[in-house]
């Protein structure tokens, strides 16, 4: 089981940033992906971004695209979501959560990943 732990949610203006972080207790595998969720509240969880343990992100939500960058320090086995640009529908508890095999490609659904944090807390007001 990998441990994730996400932080650098907080409280922010529409137009504003914030930069997210996930460390993994695990993160060598070159079939392991992490990947970004959120929720809102009263939503079902959404993804948000992935990327491949080599350094590919293999997904963008629409909603993200151009705003949001996903990134990584191997060597801090960490995982980053910088998020520019942000609007209230942005709001939510976001989540990262470690996986393998196809939950790496294609479409990014939740119940891929075994491994989750415990989130952290987005909000954007207008």
């Known amino acids: 089981q990998v441990r994730l732990e996400e932080s650098g949610g907080g409280s922010v203006e529409a137009g504003g940033s914030l930069s997210l972080a996930c460390a993994a207790s695990e993160y060598s595998s070159s079939k392991v992906c992490l990947a970004w969720f959120r929720q809102a509240p009263g939503e079902r969880r959404e993804g948000v971004a992935r990327?491949?343990?080599?350094?590919?992100?293999?997904y963008y939500a629409d909603s993200v695209k151009g705003r949001f960058t996903v990134s990584q320090d191997n060597a801090k086995n960490t995982v980053y979501l910088t998020m520019n640009s942000l609007k209230p529908e942005d709001t939510g508890m976001y989540f990262c959560a470690s996986g393998s095999g196809r939950a790496c490609y294609g479409i990014l659904l939740d119940t891929d990943f075994p491994d989750w944090g415990q989130g952290t807390q987005v909000a954007v007001s207008s």
């Open positions: 990327i491949q343990q080599n350094g590919r992100v293999t």
